[in-house]
């Protein structure tokens, strides 16, 4: 079933009037996949659509998937099917330069377009590396912050709360710097020093 113009005046309508005490003005984009797909009855919100507070955008108008912000090449992503989204796929991991948040992004919209195959099945598709993705990191992190936290603890004693908070709030390069740097500490006033200087 089509989402009617009327439905979406009707929905913008119902948020402008929600938000009321925080929007001064408003404009709406709908992207479409195709123009094809698009309503073609505007007769009742004509005059909406002519003050330009609506944005209609055609992902298939937009021009080479390769030559688009990465961004708006994802959202084309979408609407691939076949070997073409495995092509565009890939180039886009390329172009993702070691982002993993934009790679996990593309995992995500290719796993959805082939339901038949499994997450790591997509991945090794589109030669995606196990570090590059999130769960990796995420594990690497934690195991990271764990072998740092009972070295600080062997070397230090005990660690407070806040001190151990702020450390497992950073970052996996930042504890790799630590895990080294803690060898030379010999207060906890050390770590304090490192900690704010980090």
Known sequence: MRFTKQRMVAEISIYVYRNRDKLSDWQAVV???SRSIEQSNTITVRELLASGRIVRVYLDELGEIEELPIGVGLMVLTTLEGDEAK???RRAIERAGGDRDIIEMISTIVV???S???REEVDAMLGIELQQTRVYQDAKADGEQ???LKQLT???GNISPEVRARVTSLTIEQLESLGEDLLD???IDNL???LSQN
């Open 31 to 33: 992207i479409y996949p």
């Open 87 to 89: 092509a565009q796929a």
């Open 112 to 114: 959805y377009k082939f």
């Open 116 to 118: 038949d195959l499994s």
């Open 146 to 148: 764990i072998l740092v």
């Open 154 to 156: 062997r070397k230090l």
């Open 185 to 187: 500490f010999t207060s």
């Open 192 to 194: 304090e020093q490192w």
